[in-house]
């Protein structure tokens, strides 16, 4: 029973990588004013152009190449969601589904036609910490996980710092907060803004590609199945702020994996098992939840979110 529960902690946190690097994108797009909901396209594209890249059905490459198509795919459609969020100022939220609209059908559109069938990969096998690894418990929980975690957890400490510590982060703040005054100042507010919504699409990009080469190495249509969605959630969950977004990220992997829980703990109602169905709605109801409660929360947003700028406007 130990073992069991041992495992179930460590694929909370496997499993909260996707969840991690998605948001933490998003949480550079909304800190510098534009709202990102096409997240969960840009995964799939991720998850499928990776996947490709390196099963026999493509090209056959490592997942590091895998993983750098993967985020260059999703650093294009970034910049295409700049282009209609920034430039053509576009309402930020309808665009952003198009954008998940976009990826859903392009990525089962190239399922079909490049793959024609089941696809798999080897990807990213466990990568021991050494010494680390060896600690009884700790070392199974933490530090027995492929490289794709280690990097999304580590992003967190150093996206604090970006944000906090560098020119760059001050600047996204100040867009974000009043980008009238940034202007004046002499900060380019469409170059922030495209920056951070590239960097947000390349984010989601390797969290899709994380999905299907290290995860759960095969392609499905609609794999990510509303994590992207989730992402988004997150990031009003821990308040823009890394740190909490990764706590967020570490909850809704708990809640994702409930199932295996449920066993564990051999939880019944009315001596009856719980139905899986039941399980698997557990992390949209939370995700409804948990918008419901930010929305009633004090307002830590960035106040130009959603709203773009033009040079010369009041």
Do not use: C
């Amino acid at each position: 029973m130990e073992l069991n529960i041992v495992e179930a902690l460590r694929l909370a946190i496997q499993f909260a990588t996707p969840y991690l690097l998605a948001s933490l994108g998003e949480v550079f797009a909304q800190r510098s004013g534009v709202l990102n909901l096409g997240v969960e396209g840009m995964m799939l594209m991720g998850a499928f152009s990776a996947i490709f890249t390196v099963s026999s059905k493509g090209f056959g490459a490592s997942p590091w190449v895998g993983l750098l198509v993967g985020m260059i795919v999703g650093g294009l459609m970034g910049l295409g969601m700049a282009i209609v969020s920034v430039t053509l100022q576009a309402e930020q939220g309808i665009s952003g589904i198009g954008f998940t609209l976009f990826g859903l059908g392009l990525s089962s559109l190239l399922f079909k036609v490049l793959a024609g069938g089941v696809i798999t990969a080897s990807g990213f096998g466990p990568f021991p910490i050494p010494l680390l690894s060896d600690i009884p418990v700790l070392g199974d929980v933490f530090f027995r996980h492929n490289a794709l975690v280690y990097i999304a957890f580590l992003l967190v400490p150093i996206s604090v710092w970006v944000l906090n510590r560098t020119s760059w982060g001050l600047q996204i703040r100040a867009v974000g907060q009043n980008p009238a005054a940034a202007d004046t100042m002499g900060v380019s507010v469409a170059r922030v803004r495209y920056s951070t919504v590239i960097l947000g699409g390349i984010m989601a990009g390797a969290a899709g590609a994380s999905l299907s080469i290290a995860l759960t190495p095969i392609f499905q249509e609609n794999m990510t199945e509303g994590r992207g969605f989730i992402a988004v959630a997150l990031v009003y969950f821990g308040s823009w702020s890394p740190w909490r977004v990764m706590w967020g990220a570490l909850l809704f992997s708990i809640a994702n994996n409930l199932q295996i829980w449920v066993q564990i703990l051999n939880i019944q109602i009315g001596g009856a098992d719980i139905p899986p169905n039941l399980l698997i709605m557990v992390p949209y109801v939370l995700t409804i939840v948990v918008l419901v409660f930010a929305r009633q929360r004090a307002r830590v947003e960035p106040a130009a979110l959603t709203k773009p700028f033009e040079r010369g406007e009041n």
